[in-house]
T-cell receptor, first 115, second 114 residues
């Protein structure tokens, strides 16, 4: 069984400020972890993913996330927010084995960027 | 490589009608999943099809059904529409051989039920 908790349905930052979106997961088997972004009136697109190996993962648009097994966390960060980062962000977990590719998604966090 | 294509993008129906949505996955992707997205419930898994067989199913009533064709294209159908079925319906495909479970989403079909 898997679950994902995203802390905060809305996060507001000023342009140029640090972005931190929190994600905690639970999984009975080693997980694959993902962050997806959804811009208005569009589908989701992959920002970054953790499968195996290096626990600090870099993605597109300057985002990165660190897999911390001891804390069961996969928080998303970006050093400096841009107006174009305003979107909905989803954390997801899927099992690394077992044949099922169906991820469990968090409820999403809406990132608001102020000028 | 073409992405996931969903049609139609927007549609309006009235209560009691039925609707069929279509999804063409990325070439070579054999697994297609469907999700319902609403402001109140977030992203909810409907079902997954692989090689023309439903492999996983979410917790939705029988009014929601789907199928997959031999070319991996998929359709979902909702019968006897209710106001609560108004949502963005997203289709996603995944490379099941040699992949890591990354989903590739279409832009969605936005259904409004009046």
């Amino acid at each position: 069984a898997q679950s994902v908790t995203q802390l905060g349905s809305h996060v507001s930052v000023s342009e140029g400020a640090l972005v931190l979106l929190r994600c905690n997961y639970s999984s009975s088997v080693p997980p694959y972890l993902f962050w997806y972004v959804q811009y208005p009136n569009q589908g989701l697109q992959l920002l970054l993913k953790y499968t195996t190996g290096a626990t600090l993962v870099k993605g597109i648009n300057g985002f990165e996330a660190e897999f911390k097994k001891s804390e069961t966390s996969f928080h998303l960060t970006k050093p400096s927010a841009h107006m174009s980062d305003a979107a909905e962000y989803f954390c997801a977990v899927s099992p690394a084995s077992g044949g099922s590719y169906i991820p469990t998604f968090g409820r999403g966090t809406s990132l608001i960027v102020h000028p | 490589k073409a992405g996931v294509t969903q049609t139609p993008r927007y549609l309006i129906k009235t209560r009691g009608q039925q609707v069929t949505l279509s999804c063409s996955p990325i070439s070579g992707h054999r697994s297609v999943s469907w999700y319902q997205q609403t402001p109140g419930q977030g992203l909810q898994f409907l079902f997954e099809y692989f090689s023309e067989t439903q492999r996983n199913k979410g917790n939705f009533p029988g009014r929601f059904s789907g199928r997959q064709f031999s070319n991996s294209r998929s359709e979902m159908n909702v019968s006897t529409l209710e106001l609560g079925d108004s949502a963005l319906y997203l289709c996603a495909s995944v490379l099941t051989s040699g992949g890591t479970g990354e989903l590739f989403f279409g832009e969605g079909s936005r259904l409004t039920v009046l």
